[in-house]
Structures are given as structure tokens and as C-alpha cells.
């Protein structure tokens, strides 16, 4: 297996890891780990493993913007594989590989993070320093908190599981739901805790800075999980933001155009990002959605722009945003909704730019200060702070050469509400955020109802269907059948 592509760049201070993404453990959600970490380099390389899951599982170099941007209205699904078509469609079965895929990958990657921690403060090696273990400790926290955080997105109230699992007794690991609540609760509590334990900045090598936990990005992400909670905290999400800007890691925004060409990597805007390097460490994602021209293969692709979405930036007139994200190319397939005949010009997701046969060095952000500055628009604005929500919401449109909101658009609370919406949507599309914003914002059933979308084939009108059931995922069959504790989610 691929060695962790985020720490490659430390390679000097951790000693390289190779680690099984996949373990054949009853149930999936509690790995049992009875290995001993009694050096610094053990702690170091079981710490590597944690990372490694940013690359190793399809749930973090594509399945995320599947469930997020195709389970919109942002994408199409496309290729060959009737799951994926069953995301789009919102016909998404609990025996859906996709479904048990992304469950395994992330409790997988916890369990990762749990070892780190159970096994960390046991360490009595001279060479791990104090400062270091603390360091550690921050790292997997944050780990374990963004893991949990993309579970309950996606699952709702799911297990709740803190440490490695040291038996095998039913009683120990036929966990049943926390709720969703409780859940957020411990995502914050732990990212509390990184904050306390991480640094701002590892030094000056942004390729360190970028690929690793800090204090930085663990406000971004409890930021982030205040406001996608059942009850969100609007108060608390604004002081975890203003941590952020306060961050001596300096985070800004950037040309809109540099944060996707390939030659900004590590940038200023970016708060943490895949590492991925190309070849031998490279990313195969894109070469699934680029167009022929770039991809050097005729094959339909997976995941395509919809109608819904090229309208949204026409009718703002959002050019730079649009031709970083979207691509048109005539094709030698039939597309059922951009063209029912060969040779119809389509659009591709582009802001992948390099297919690289599968050997992409291409990266998907983990956290972008971008994100957080319309975050934090929508904070302020449901706490009636509407000016200060409006000046943020400009400097993001400024930045894609956009006029600042009009006064229709930011007339009300609620006015301001939809055109932060609107703003997320151009400025975050194939960045595995949509989903989490209709729901977040109670318009993901009303949106996916109100599509107006043709399947060219039949000329007929496309029913989602779209209920409140359908906004988590069912909880993998395979899971069910491991453990009697779980209960299904409403199908």
C-alpha cells in the first residue's frame, strides 16, 4: 500500500508507515489494536498511519464530493456503476457499497487515531519529548474529531468509540447509537482539546504547515461543526473563527484561479490539504472526471456538471468561478441530460486540472480559509449582525470579480440567509460541501423537489422524490448484520 502522502514531506522526522485501510474486524466500527508503541519511532509511525487515511480510502479522494455534490443538485452521477446513479437519484440502499465503504473508511481511520492516543503518554522513549507527545496528542484529536465529524454528516446519531477496542466480548463491541447530538458534543470536546495542544505553525515550511493538524485548523473545523450541528451555536462558531484569523499561520484569501491550478499548492488560503505528490504518491481521482482532452482516455466520466449549477453561475455572472470549476468538451457519448446524441459539448469537473493516468498530484483541501469566511457571513447574520455578515460575504465576491451585494440582496435576515447560500454554492461546487448546506440550511428536501431536470432519453421530467428520511444515509446492511445494537435510520 501507498505509504501516507501527507507525511511524505516529514520523512526526516517520522519514520514511514504502511498501514491496511481495510481490516477484517467484527463489526467494522471497533478495531481491536493489541500492538505495543514503546518507542518515539513507533508513536511517530502509528501517527503516520492516522494520516494515511486522507489517501488511502475512496471516501476522501472522491466517495465525499459523490455523496455531497452528485447526491445535490450541483452534479450528475455518470460512468457505469448503478451506485452511483442510485446517489443521484436519491435511491441509495443500505447495501450500497459507497454506503459501507465510506462507514468502514472513517471508523477505520478512528480507530487509527484511538491507537495514537491510548498508547501516546506509555511511551518512556528519552527521544520523544514532552512538547512532541503533546503535539501527538493534538494531531489525533483533531484526527479523530474530523472523522467523527464527516460520520455524523453522513449517518447521523452513529457509535460513539473512544478507545482501541481490547476485547472482543459482545458486550464490548456491539456498540449502540450516541445521538446525534452527543456526537458534536465530543467532535467539539476534542477539538477543544487540539486546540490546546496544537501550534499555530510547525515553522516555516508550508508543506509541513499544510499537511498536518494545527491550531488553525482545528478552530476551522469546530467552527464548522458549532454550525452544522442539530442546534447550532452561533456565538461559539464566531469565536472559533475569529482563532482562525487570529492564527500567527496568517490565512488569507488568494486569486480564486491559484487555489485550483496546480502550481499553488501549500498557498496561504489553504488551512490544510492532501498531500498528494504525484506518481508512485499520487491522487487517481481525477482522472474519473476530467474530460477526454485531458485525461487521454474516451471513456464517459462519473461525476458531471448540472444544468442547475451552470445557471447559477450565468445568472450571477460568475465567470472566474465558472471556468475554474467547469470545463465544456465535446464527447463521443451519449449524455441523457447535456445531449442525447455523439459529439454533444458537455461540461466536466475541472477543478481537478490533471488526470496524470491515475497518478494525479492534484489535491482536494481539507480546510479552506475561504469556506470559513462565508461561515462566518452566516454566523453573524443569524445573530442579526447583518452588516458585518455583508462584508464578508463581498470580500469573497470582490475576490471573483463579482459587484458587491445589492440591497435586494441583502434587504432582510432572510434575504442574506439565501444569498450566503448562493455564494457557497459558486464558490464551494465540487468541494464535497453542498449536501451539508441544504441541510444545514432546511432546504434540502425543498431543493431537490423543486428540480426541474430532463432526462433527454425519455424527455420526461426527473422525480427525486426527496423526503427527511433521505437526508443521512441507511446505515451499511453489513454493519446491521455485525452488530444488533445498531438501529436502522428511517428509509
Known amino acids: 500500500m501507498k505509504l501516507n502522502k501527507i507525511v511524505v514531506v516529514l520523512i526526516t522526522t517520522f519514520i514511514c508507515f504502511s498501514c491496511e485501510d481495510y481490516l477484517d474486524l467484527a463489526p467494522i466500527s471497533e478495531e481491536t489494536s493489541d500492538n505495543a508503541y514503546n518507542s518515539a519511532s513507533q508513536i511517530e509511525a502509528a501517527l503516520t498511519g492516522a494520516y494515511e487515511s486522507f489517501q488511502s480510502s475512496d471516501y476522501y479522494i472522491w ?16 460512468g457505469d456503476n448503478p451506485e452511483i446513479f442510485s446517489i443521484d437519484e436519491l435511491t441509495v440502499s443500505p447495501t450500497n457499497s459507497k454506503v459501507y465503504g465510506s462507514w468502514s473508511n472513517l471508523y477505520n481511520a478512528i480507530a487509527k487515531a484511538n491507537t495514537v492516543l491510548d498508547k501516546v503518554d506509555g511511551v518512556t522513549d528519552v ?8 503535539q501527538i496528542k493534538g494531531e489525533a484529536y483533531f484526527l479523530r474529531a474530523y472523522h467523527y465529524y464527516n460520520l455524523v454528516k453522513l449517518y447521523g446519531g452513529i457509535p460513539l468509540v473512544l478507545e482501541s477496542v481490547k476485547s472482543a466480548n459482545p458486550e464490548d463491541v456491539n456498540i449502540p447509537k450516541s445521538t446525534e447530538e452527543d456526537v458534536y458534543t465530543q467532535i467539539i470536546v476534542d477539538l477543544q482539546e487540539a486546540i490546546s495542544l496544537l501550534p499555530d505553525t510547525y515553522g516555516n515550511d508550508n508543506s509541513v504547515n499544510k499537511a498536518r493538524a494545527t491550531s488553525g485548523a482545528a478552530n476551522a473545523l469546530a467552527a464548522k461543526a458549532c454550525l452544522q450541528k442539530p442546534n447550532p451555536d452561533y456565538s461559539l462558531a464566531l469565536m472559533f473563527i475569529q482563532e482562525v484569523e487570529a492564527s500567527t499561520a496568517n490565512y488569507t484569501l488568494i486569486a480564486y484561479e491559484e487555489l485550483f491550478d496546480g502550481n499553488h499548492y501549500n498557498n496561504d488560503e489553504s488551512i490544510m490539504e492532501i498531500q498528494f505528490l ?7 481521482g481525477p482522472q474519473l472526471l476530467l474530460p477526454p482532452s485531458i485525461s487521454g482516455d474516451s471513456w464517459r466520466k462519473f461525476v ?3 444544468h442547475n449549477l451552470i445557471d447559477a453561475f450565468d445568472a450571477e455572472g460568475d465567470d472566474v468561478r465558472k471556468n475554474v470549476s467547469v470545463l465544456f468538451e465535446s464527447v463521443q457519448w451519449v449524455d441523457e441530460y447535456w445531449g442525447n446524441e455523439i459529439g454533444s459539448s458537455i461540461p466536466f469537473a475541472y477543478k481537478w486540472k490533471n488526470a496524470s493516468g491515475w497518478a494525479s498530484s492534484d489535491r482536494q483541501y481539507i480546510l479552506r480559509y475561504g469556506d470559513i469566511v462565508l461561515l462566518k457571513a452566516e454566523a453573524l447574520n443569524e445573530s442579526g449582525q447583518l452588516d458585518l455578515a455583508v462584508a464578508e460575504v463581498n470580500k469573497i465576491r470582490i475576490r471573483a470579480s463579482l459587484p458587491e451585494l445589492t440591497n435586494e440582496q441583502k434587504s ?11 455564494e457557497r454554492r459558486l464558490e464551494l461546487a465540487q468541494e464535497a460541501q453542498r449536501w451539508d448546506d441544504l441541510v444545514r440550511y432546511n432546504l434540502a428536501v425543498s431543493t431537490m423537489n423543486s428540480l426541474n431536470e430532463v432526462d433527454l432519453r425519455t424527455g420526461s421530467s426527473v422525480n427525486y422524490n426527496m423526503t427527511e428520511a433521505k437526508i443521512l444515509l441507511p446505515i451499511p446492511q453489513q454493519e446491521l448484520d455485525r452488530n444488533p445494537a445498531l438501529v436502522q435510520n428511517p428509509l
Open 63 to 78: 466517495d465525499n464530493v459523490l455523496f455531497q455534490d452528485v447526491r445535490s443538485d450541483n452534479y450528475y452521477a455518470g
Open 127 to 134: 527521544k520523544l519529548t514532552e512538547e512532541r507527545k503533546e
Open 278 to 284: 504525484g506518481g508512485d504518491e499520487g491522487n487517481w
Open 304 to 306: 458531471t456538471p448540472s
Open 412 to 422: 432582510s435576515k432572510e434575504v442574506l440567509r439565501i444569498s450566503i447560500l448562493k
